[in-house]
């Protein structure tokens, strides 16, 4: 990496999103955007190790993380359970900048005291909090100074407590959850036995999945015992529990307790593992071995969390673009969760890869980020997709920490396949191929599937979509593989997607996830150049897409906290881009760049980069999504965007004068000419040039508006030239369409051959 290019990982600000969004009016073209969902990033700050198992952070019970100050938030301002922030404690396993879920995690509740047992569950408030990657650390009221830190499978818990006869940790093993009406878990059995000599183990099982924790402290002379509904088991060192439902539950743990003197310093150990307590003392006994403790796990994260960061080097940026855009590639990296050998559903050996929890989102912008940084962890996740489809019959919509990968089907179809398409194309290696194209062939009638196969077409109307881009995909693999004939069989399916749109150039009626026809008309298919002929050709097209996105539009009335009157309504009748407060048209923008309007995808692009994010607790403007929103800001600003499923990054004016990435395991850069400085909040319409004006790739002239994946990894230079006005560059070539390859002898389709893998 160039010396001059200066490392981004100390930006990064955890706080980001854990807020109601606070963000700098809109201006220009950003204000005509109408946000329909939590107005609320719903992440958390606490410690995350890289795509890690285990997370760490304090817990008031808020929705949805167990972190912060609010109840359930779905539309709207969110309203305010707290006046400020608290903790009963910190919790491990943690969702990230979801909305609503139905597995709320949040599980081994230890919390450090200087009170009896019976003031467990109390709220206490936190000063003075601190959190970088890897770390969090909070005061108690009670004046106890918390650290965390995790590790892959591991977590450690710094506590330095005032001077006290009687101070403890208590583990509470029951405890999972929420503080919202049907949100918390109850553990089904349970089992906890004190080892001595600071030592414990125990498992519960939680919505079906057997956590399984071993403990090892650092407090010599400290007494351990297990404790039931507050009480001390006299004498006892095992608890054991068949079977408990809601009305039998009572809390139940670990203790450790003895004198402290000020200042004085306990650390608890735990490893964590869904194979039993056997294996969960390795994984802490591999990550730390010896008497490492905080500091060594400390250091180990900030490592991995280095790794990463060193892969995305920027040059410029105001510090608070900065610390946007770190904060963003951050976020990007905490889900999904890979546990090798984990799996508490097959008993084999191999990766297991859980959150997956908001697909829908990620197959869009996170996946193709995970796997240019760490490609082998893309394909780790590829054989565990596989691996779901295998042992549980389905590739998955959504995937938590829980057997059933249908879970979420009505939310979309055939995303799976996409993902696969992608790292087929780019030559993973990992994913048996030839048994994937089995699943993902099969997994085409499953659900919405079967009416799709017998009608060509299905409701709700968006699965139309999925389906045909799913038979597309799918038939990447079989052409790839040689099945030629199995290939034009899906190609030929592929072509259903017609049938969801209308004569007015949009999909035709039907129910919607989150949206509007208006927000999914407008996805990157596999086939945009016959989609914008049937829209009435490229002028027709733009002018659609311009009256989505509100050029020329009065400013909108945003919505504040619930309940809401008409405002809702006339909201949802503007049919307006919903500004990546929430997530089904975050591709939209880039829909101009296949009518050869690649000006109004910078105009857009730079207006949600202005006002769409911010600094501070609140500085997302909707649910991160597991990362989903924070890694479009990531491609984004660096004036690339991937198309799912289809091998290709489109081109655009990045936000950095510079860029240093390390894709595929190889160099790539990116540099600009005629860059200016814009920070957070500025003018939408200003003078800063933002717009192509031409563009080199490894020396010879780029006229097209995309690369492929293949050449991103590849490595490379890409020269932007950037202008304060539109120029004709790509105006005239266009990225590949399915229906360019279909004929070869047209200059399309040639370009579309050449840029295949």
């Known amino acids: 990496m160039s010396s001059n290019l200066s490392r981004i990982l100390d930006s990064v600000d955890p706080f980001i999103g854990t ?54 938030s779905k539309e709207g301002a969110p309203e305010a359970m707290y006046d400020e ?11 990230s900048g979801t909305g609503a879920i139905r597995k709320y995690y949040n599980y081994f509740r230890v919390t450090p005291m200087v009170e009896p047992l019976d003031s467990l569950g109390n709220r206490w408030r936190l000063a003075d909090e601190e959190a970088s990657p890897g770390y969090y650390a909070a005061t108690l009221a009670n004046g106890i100074r918390c650290e965390l830190t995790v590790g892959a499978k591991t977590a450690v ?50 919505e079906g999945i057997p956590l399984s924790v071993y403990i090892d402290t650092d407090a010599p002379g400290w007494r351990q015992l297990v404790w039931y509904d507050r009480r001390r088991v006299d004498g006892g060192t095992r608890l054991d529990f068949d079977y408990i439902r809601r009305t039998t539950l009572r809390p139940f743990g ?73 904060t963003s590639l951050y976020h990007s990296l905490i889900k999904p969760c890979f546990a090798q050998d984990e799996s508490p559903f097959w008993p084999s050996k191999g990766p297991f890869v859980f959150d997956i929890a ?145 004569p007015d150039g949009l999909l035709r009626d039907s129910s919607f996830y989150e949206g509007g026809r208006w927000n999914y008309s407008f996805r990157l298919l596999h086939d945009m150049a016959s989609r914008i002929t049937l829209a009435g050709g490229d002028q027709e097209f733009t002018s659609i897409l311009d009256r989505f996105f509100g050029f020329g539009a009065d400013p909108v009335v945003q919505l504040g906290v619930p309940p809401f009157g ?57 649910n991160d999504d597991s990362g989903a929103l924070s890694s479009w800001y990531v491609w984004a600003s660096l004036g690339l965007f991937p198309v799912a499923g289809q091998n290709l990054f489109l081109v655009n004016a990045p936000a950095f004068a510079e860029a240093q990435l390390r894709f595929g395991g190889n160099d790539f850069e990116l540099v600009t000419t005629g860059h200016a400085e814009t ?45 304060p006005e539109p120029s004709d560059w790509a105006t005239k070539t266009r990225p590949p369409s399915a229906s360019d390859r279909a004929d070869h002898a047209r200059d399309a389709g040639a370009r579309f051959q050449e840029f295949l893998p």
């Open 19 to 72: 807020a109601a969004t606070d963000l700098p009016a809109a201006q220009g073209l950003a204000a005509a955007w109408w946000w329909p969902k939590a107005q609320v990033g719903n992440t958390h700050p606490g410690a995350c190790y890289p795509l890690g198992m285990v997370s760490a952070c304090a817990c008031s019970g808020a929705y949805p993380t167990g972190y912060g100050l609010y109840g359930i």
């Open 85 to 95: 922030y608290l903790a009963s404690g910190f919790t491990h396993f943690q969702q």
């Open 157 to 206: 818990h710094r506590y330095t407590f005032p001077e006290s006869s009687s101070s403890r940790v208590v583990i509470d093993f029951s405890y999972g959850g929420l503080a919202i009406e049907h949100g918390t878990t109850v553990p089904l059995r349970a089992g906890i036995e004190s080892l001595g000599q600071g030592c414990a183990q125990g498992t519960v099982v939680m």
């Open 254 to 326: 670990l203790m450790f307790m003895g004198p402290t003197r000020a200042g004085q310093v306990v650390e608890i150990r735990m490893g964590f593992s869904m194979r039993g307590t056997e294996q969960a003392k390795r994984n802490l006994e591999q990550a730390l071995p010896g008497q490492a403790g905080f500091d060594a796990a400390l250091a180990d994260t900030r490592d991995a969390w280095s790794d990463y960061f060193s892969q995305v080097e920027v040059q410029g940026g105001t510090p608070e673009r900065r610390t946007v855009f770190a």
């Open 358 to 502: 908001t697909m829908w989102d990620m197959y869009k912008t996170q996946f193709p980020l995970l796997t240019a940084l760490n490609p082998a962890k893309g394909a780790d996740m590829l054989e565990a997709i596989v691996r779901i489809a295998e042992e549980e019959g389905n590739l998955p919509i959504g995937y938590r920490m829980a057997r059933g990968s249908d879970r979420f089907f009505r939310q979309a179809s055939a995303l799976a396949h996409t993902v696969l398409a992608d790292g087929f194309q780019l030559g993973l290696e990992g994913p048996e191929w030839d048994w994937a194209l089995v699943h993902m062939q099969d997994d085409l009638r499953r659900g919405y599937g079967e009416d799709y196969t017998e009608r060509g077409v299905v409701h709700p109307i968006s699965h139309t979509l999925d389906l045909a881009t799913g038979y597309w995909c799918t038939a990447i693999l079989a052409r790839g593989l040689g099945d030629l004939k199995l290939a034009d069989e899906l190609e030929a399916r592929a072509k259903g997607w017609v049938n969801a749109f209308g």
């Open 566 to 622: 008409s405002e809702f309504a006339m909201g949802l009748d503007l049919d307006r881009f919903e500004g990546l407060n929430n997530e089904p048209d975050m591709e939209a923008p880039w829909a101009y760049h296949y009518a050869g309007r690649p000006d109004r995808t910078a105009e857009v692009v730079h207006a949600a980069l202005s006002y769409q994010f911010g600094t501070g607790r609140g500085g997302l403007v909707g």
């Open 679 to 723: 920070g957070i909040g500025e003018d939408a319409h200003g003078t800063a040039p933002r717009y192509v004006q031409s563009a080199r790739f490894n020396g010879k002239p780029l006229d097209q508006s995309f690369i492929t994946g293949n050449q991103l990894h590849g490595g490379g230079r890409l020269e932007i030239e950037l202008g």
